[in-house]
C-alpha cells in the first residue's frame, strides 16, 4: 500500500478568506492562516486561486464519450433509438470501461470529484473509477420496456450487480438506475424501490425530462411521472431525479416533501430542446434539494461541469426574466453538491473529505473578478490547477496522468461502435 502524501495548499481563497489547508488521512486536517507543512507534505501555492470543494456531477453517463458527436442536433426519441440505443447494442465492458476513463479525466481535469453515473456494465464504470480516482456512485441502467415479466428475469442480475459495486472499494457506492417511467414497468419500479430501501441505496433515474414523457405517464397510469414514482416507493432522500423539467407545482411539492433531488442539466436540455427550463425558483421555494449535472457527452458534449454552471445561471435568469435568480454563491453551492444529502457535498472544513478543486482566477479570463463571481461567470475547467479527491492528487499545474493511451483507446472503440 502506497503511502499518501498529505496536502498543503498555500493562501488560496476559501468562501470570503485567504487560508491554508491541510489535507491529510483522506479528509481536510485543518483550514487556518500560516499552517506549518511537514516533512514530506506536497504544497500547492495557493496565491490566485480559489480552492472549492470538488464540484459533483449529479447525472452522467460517463461512457458515452465513445459516442460524442455521434447523431446531433436529432430529435430526443429519434437520437436514442436510431442511433444510441442499436450502437448500445454493440457494447462491451471494455468499451464502458475506456469511455468512462476518457470521462473521468475530463472530470477531474475540469475540477470534479464525484460523479452520479448510470449506465451499462457498471462494474467497469467502477473499476474505471478506482483507476482515475475519482468518486462515483454508479448504478447499472435497468430497462424492461414496461414488460414486468422481463424485468423479473433480470432480478438476480441486478442483485449480483449491487453486490460486485459494493466490493468495489470506497470511492464507489452502488446505486439502482431504473431508466425512467417511460421505460421500467411499474412491478420492476416497485422492486427496485424496495431493494433501494432494504439496502440504504440512491436510486438514479430520468424524471419528466419531456412534455410527451408526463403525457404518456397520465395518459397510462393517470398521474404525473413524479406522483406514480412515488406510488411505486421510488421517490425518497436517497432519490437522484434527473432533468425534472417538467415538473408542476404538485410535483415539486411532493418532490420536496420526500426530500429527493432533482439534478438539473440545462446544457443537454437546451441541445435536445426539452422545451422548458428546469422551474429552479419554483423548486428551491418548494424546498427541492437540487444538483447540477452534465448528462452524457452524448447530449451536451462537454463533461466540463464549470462551463455548465455559467450556463445554469443564465438559464435560470432568462426563463425567470430576473437576473437576481441564482447568484453565484448560490450556483456554486449547487455545483458542488452542497444543496442535496445524497449528493453528498460539504464546504472546506475541519473533518470534510479531502476533495478540493483548486482553480486559478487571476489570470486572462477571469481576472479581475470577486471570486464567486468570477469562477461562475468567466471561468471554464481549463482555470483548474490542482485536484484532489480523497486526500490524492489527481490533477497537478491542470495535467491528470495517462490521457495519450486513454484516446488512443476510445478512438478506436468509438469507431467500432459507431458503423
Ligand atoms: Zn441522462
Redesign the pocket.
Known sequence: VSEVRPVVIRGAVVGDEVVDLRLADGVVAAVGPDLAASPGDEVFDGTGCVALPGLVNG???ASMTLFRGYGDDLPLMEWLERWIWPAEQRLEAEDVYWGARLAMAEMLRTGTTHLVD?YWHPEAVARAAVDAGIRATTAAVFFDGGDAEAGRRQRPQVLDTLDALADAGPLVRPAVGPHAVYTVSGDSLAWLAEVADERALPIHI?LS?TADEVTRCRAEHGESPAAWLDRLGGLSERTVA??GCWLDDADLALVAERRATVVT?PV?NMKLATGRTFPYPAAVAAGVPVGL?T??AS?NNGLDLLADLKVLALAQKHAADDPAVLPAEEALAVATGQRSAVLGGRPLEVGAPADVALVRVDGLGVAPSAPAAGLVYAATGAHVEAVVVAGRVRVRHGRVEGIDEILAEVRHRAARLRR
Open positions: 447525472h452522467t453517463h448510470m430520468h425530462e434527473a432533468h442539466n443537454s449535472g448528462d452524457g447530449s
